[in-house]
Protein backbone atom coordinates (compact mmCIF):
# COMPACT_ATOMS: atom_id res chain seq x y z
CA UNK A 1 0.00 0.00 0.00
CA UNK A 2 1.08 3.36 -0.74
CA UNK A 3 2.32 5.68 2.04
CA UNK A 4 3.30 9.36 2.46
CA UNK A 5 4.18 11.36 5.27
CA UNK A 6 5.02 14.94 5.73
CA UNK A 7 6.53 16.51 8.38
CA UNK A 8 6.55 18.85 10.06
CA UNK A 9 3.34 19.02 10.53
CA UNK A 10 3.68 22.77 10.88
CA UNK A 11 6.11 25.44 10.55
CA UNK A 12 6.80 28.81 11.69
CA UNK A 13 9.30 31.21 10.28
CA UNK A 14 10.50 34.43 10.78
CA UNK A 15 10.44 36.34 6.63
CA UNK A 16 13.67 35.41 5.23
CA UNK A 17 14.37 32.43 7.85
CA UNK A 18 15.02 29.56 4.85
CA UNK A 19 13.33 26.12 6.00
CA UNK A 20 12.70 22.85 4.44
CA UNK A 21 9.59 20.42 4.59
CA UNK A 22 9.64 16.43 4.41
CA UNK A 23 8.04 13.93 2.19
CA UNK A 24 8.88 10.66 2.88
CA UNK A 25 6.69 7.91 1.07
CA UNK A 26 6.12 4.33 0.27
CA UNK A 27 5.25 3.29 -3.09
CA UNK A 28 5.10 0.46 -5.60
CA UNK A 29 6.59 1.75 -8.99
CA UNK A 30 6.79 5.82 -8.58
CA UNK A 31 5.27 7.05 -11.67
CA UNK A 32 5.42 10.57 -10.33
CA UNK A 33 5.39 12.53 -6.67
CA UNK A 34 3.74 15.50 -6.64
CA UNK A 35 3.87 19.00 -4.57
CA UNK A 36 0.70 21.22 -4.50
CA UNK A 37 -0.21 24.40 -2.38
CA UNK A 38 -3.47 25.16 -1.06
CA UNK A 39 -4.38 28.54 0.51
CA UNK A 40 -7.35 28.67 3.03
CA UNK A 41 -10.77 28.05 1.53
CA UNK A 42 -9.17 27.40 -2.30
CA UNK A 43 -8.22 23.61 -3.72
CA UNK A 44 -4.60 22.70 -4.37
CA UNK A 45 -2.55 24.44 -6.73
CA UNK A 46 -0.17 22.38 -8.43
CA UNK A 47 3.50 23.43 -8.14
CA UNK A 48 5.68 20.55 -9.17
CA UNK A 49 6.06 17.13 -10.56
CA UNK A 50 9.31 15.08 -9.84
CA UNK A 51 9.95 11.31 -11.87
CA UNK A 52 13.36 10.25 -10.90
CA UNK A 53 15.66 10.23 -7.75
CA UNK A 54 18.21 13.41 -8.12
CA UNK A 55 15.65 15.45 -10.16
CA UNK A 56 15.07 19.32 -8.76
CA UNK A 57 13.13 21.46 -9.67
CA UNK A 58 12.77 25.54 -8.77
CA UNK A 59 9.92 28.21 -8.66
CA UNK A 60 10.69 31.48 -6.89
CA UNK A 61 11.84 30.85 -3.33
CA UNK A 62 10.28 26.83 -3.91
CA UNK A 63 12.75 24.48 -4.76
CA UNK A 64 11.94 20.52 -4.90
CA UNK A 65 14.12 17.70 -4.66
CA UNK A 66 13.79 13.82 -4.54
CA UNK A 67 15.80 10.81 -3.45
CA UNK A 68 14.26 7.33 -3.54
CA UNK A 69 12.78 7.40 -0.31
CA UNK A 70 11.57 11.00 0.45
CA UNK A 71 11.69 14.60 -1.16
CA UNK A 72 11.84 18.13 0.23
CA UNK A 73 10.61 21.44 -0.41
CA UNK A 74 13.20 24.06 0.59
CA UNK A 75 11.91 27.36 0.82
CA UNK A 76 15.09 30.10 0.50
CA UNK A 77 14.36 33.43 2.17
CA UNK A 78 9.99 33.16 2.52
CA UNK A 79 7.95 35.82 2.51
CA UNK A 80 4.47 36.49 4.50
CA UNK A 81 2.76 35.31 0.85
CA UNK A 82 4.62 31.82 1.11
CA UNK A 83 2.34 30.98 3.80
CA UNK A 84 0.10 28.17 2.76
CA UNK A 85 -0.02 24.76 3.11
CA UNK A 86 1.84 22.20 1.17
CA UNK A 87 0.75 18.76 0.43
CA UNK A 88 2.71 15.91 -1.02
CA UNK A 89 1.23 13.32 -2.94
CA UNK A 90 2.91 9.88 -4.92
CA UNK A 91 1.80 8.30 -8.20
CA UNK A 92 2.33 5.07 -8.08
CA UNK A 93 1.99 1.81 -10.34
CA UNK A 94 -1.84 1.55 -9.96
CA UNK A 95 -2.29 5.22 -10.92
CA UNK A 96 -4.02 6.72 -8.32
CA UNK A 97 -2.58 9.82 -5.99
CA UNK A 98 -1.84 8.82 -2.25
CA UNK A 99 -2.05 12.24 -0.42
CA UNK A 100 0.29 13.59 2.32
CA UNK A 101 -1.65 15.46 5.30
CA UNK A 102 0.38 18.44 4.74
CA UNK A 103 2.78 20.72 6.46
CA UNK A 104 1.08 24.11 7.19
CA UNK A 105 3.52 27.19 6.85
CA UNK A 106 3.03 30.69 8.68
CA UNK A 107 5.48 33.21 7.74
CA UNK A 108 5.69 36.24 10.06
CA UNK A 109 7.07 39.36 8.99
CA UNK B 1 -7.17 28.92 -13.29
CA UNK B 2 -8.05 25.22 -14.15
CA UNK B 3 -11.38 25.92 -15.80
CA UNK B 4 -13.51 24.19 -12.87
CA UNK B 5 -16.77 25.03 -11.28
CA UNK B 6 -17.82 23.15 -8.30
CA UNK B 7 -21.03 23.69 -6.82
CA UNK B 8 -22.76 24.49 -4.85
CA UNK B 9 -19.79 26.04 -2.40
CA UNK B 10 -21.38 26.00 0.96
CA UNK B 11 -24.40 23.53 1.64
CA UNK B 12 -25.62 22.61 4.90
CA UNK B 13 -28.38 19.96 5.32
CA UNK B 14 -30.01 16.91 7.49
CA UNK B 15 -29.08 13.42 8.03
CA UNK B 16 -30.99 11.41 5.69
CA UNK B 17 -31.50 13.70 2.85
CA UNK B 18 -30.29 13.19 -0.76
CA UNK B 19 -27.48 15.60 -1.95
CA UNK B 20 -26.04 15.81 -5.30
CA UNK B 21 -22.73 17.75 -5.78
CA UNK B 22 -21.51 18.97 -8.97
CA UNK B 23 -17.80 19.47 -10.97
CA UNK B 24 -18.08 21.06 -14.50
CA UNK B 25 -15.01 21.47 -16.21
CA UNK B 26 -14.24 23.78 -19.80
CA UNK B 27 -10.92 22.00 -20.31
CA UNK B 28 -12.35 18.52 -21.99
CA UNK B 29 -10.10 16.65 -20.20
CA UNK B 30 -10.73 13.15 -19.94
CA UNK B 31 -9.85 12.08 -16.27
CA UNK B 32 -11.88 13.76 -13.05
CA UNK B 33 -11.80 12.84 -9.64
CA UNK B 34 -13.78 13.35 -6.47
CA UNK B 35 -11.80 13.74 -3.28
CA UNK B 36 -12.86 14.30 0.28
CA UNK B 37 -10.62 16.75 2.77
CA UNK B 38 -10.75 16.04 6.30
CA UNK B 39 -8.25 17.44 9.11
CA UNK B 40 -5.33 14.80 9.62
CA UNK B 41 -6.66 12.56 6.87
CA UNK B 42 -5.55 14.42 3.76
CA UNK B 43 -7.29 14.21 0.49
CA UNK B 44 -8.91 10.75 -0.02
CA UNK B 45 -10.00 9.95 -3.43
CA UNK B 46 -13.75 8.92 -3.62
CA UNK B 47 -14.44 7.81 -6.62
CA UNK B 48 -13.18 8.86 -10.42
CA UNK B 49 -13.75 9.09 -14.21
CA UNK B 50 -11.23 7.85 -17.13
CA UNK B 51 -14.87 9.05 -19.47
CA UNK B 52 -18.06 9.28 -20.30
CA UNK B 53 -20.01 6.64 -18.44
CA UNK B 54 -16.94 5.39 -17.27
CA UNK B 55 -16.03 5.53 -13.41
CA UNK B 56 -14.47 3.08 -10.89
CA UNK B 57 -14.11 3.42 -6.67
CA UNK B 58 -11.60 4.68 -4.72
CA UNK B 59 -10.23 4.43 -1.24
CA UNK B 60 -13.74 5.68 0.55
CA UNK B 61 -16.01 4.95 -1.72
CA UNK B 62 -19.26 3.86 0.55
CA UNK B 63 -22.01 5.82 0.80
CA UNK B 64 -21.31 7.52 -1.98
CA UNK B 65 -22.34 6.99 -6.11
CA UNK B 66 -20.99 8.92 -9.10
CA UNK B 67 -22.47 9.53 -12.86
CA UNK B 68 -20.42 11.21 -16.31
CA UNK B 69 -23.03 11.53 -19.00
CA UNK B 70 -20.83 14.64 -20.20
CA UNK B 71 -17.14 14.73 -20.87
CA UNK B 72 -17.70 18.40 -18.56
CA UNK B 73 -19.97 17.25 -15.62
CA UNK B 74 -19.12 14.81 -12.68
CA UNK B 75 -21.92 14.23 -10.49
CA UNK B 76 -21.20 12.91 -6.83
CA UNK B 77 -24.52 11.65 -4.88
CA UNK B 78 -24.62 10.99 -1.77
CA UNK B 79 -27.96 8.64 -1.51
CA UNK B 80 -28.62 9.56 2.25
CA UNK B 81 -26.19 11.65 3.65
CA UNK B 82 -24.56 10.66 7.57
CA UNK B 83 -23.07 13.26 9.27
CA UNK B 84 -19.58 11.44 9.05
CA UNK B 85 -19.59 12.74 5.62
CA UNK B 86 -19.58 16.58 6.97
CA UNK B 87 -16.25 17.40 4.77
CA UNK B 88 -14.80 19.76 2.41
CA UNK B 89 -14.83 17.76 -1.26
CA UNK B 90 -12.62 19.01 -4.23
CA UNK B 91 -13.13 18.07 -7.74
CA UNK B 92 -9.54 17.10 -9.89
CA UNK B 93 -9.13 17.20 -13.57
CA UNK B 94 -6.32 15.22 -15.52
CA UNK B 95 -5.49 15.65 -18.95
CA UNK B 96 -3.50 12.55 -19.59
CA UNK B 97 -1.52 10.00 -18.37
CA UNK B 98 1.84 12.01 -17.48
CA UNK B 99 -0.11 14.73 -16.19
CA UNK B 100 -0.70 16.37 -12.70
CA UNK B 101 -4.36 16.75 -11.41
CA UNK B 102 -5.37 20.14 -11.40
CA UNK B 103 -8.29 21.21 -8.72
CA UNK B 104 -11.12 23.26 -7.94
CA UNK B 105 -12.30 25.63 -4.74
CA UNK B 106 -14.11 22.59 -3.31
CA UNK B 107 -17.74 22.46 -1.43
CA UNK B 108 -17.91 22.62 2.45
CA UNK B 109 -20.84 19.79 3.11
CA UNK B 110 -22.23 20.37 6.53
CA UNK B 111 -24.81 17.53 7.50
CA UNK B 112 -27.12 18.02 11.00
Known amino acids: EDQVTQSPEALRLQEGESSSLNCSYT??????LFWYRQDPGKGPEFLFT???AGEEKEKERLKATLTKKESFLHITAPKPEDSATYLC??????????FGAGTQVVVTP | DAGITQSPRHKVTETGTPVTLRCHQT?????MYWYRQDPGHGLRLIHY???????DKGEVSDGYSVSRSKTEDFLLTLESATSSQTSVYFC???????????FGDGTRLSIL
Open chain 2, 92 to 102: AIRQGASQPQH
Open chain 1, 27 to 32: VSGLRG
Open chain 1, 50 to 52: LYS
Open chain 1, 89 to 98: AVRGSWGKLQ
Open chain 2, 27 to 31: ENHRY
Open chain 2, 49 to 55: SYGVKDT
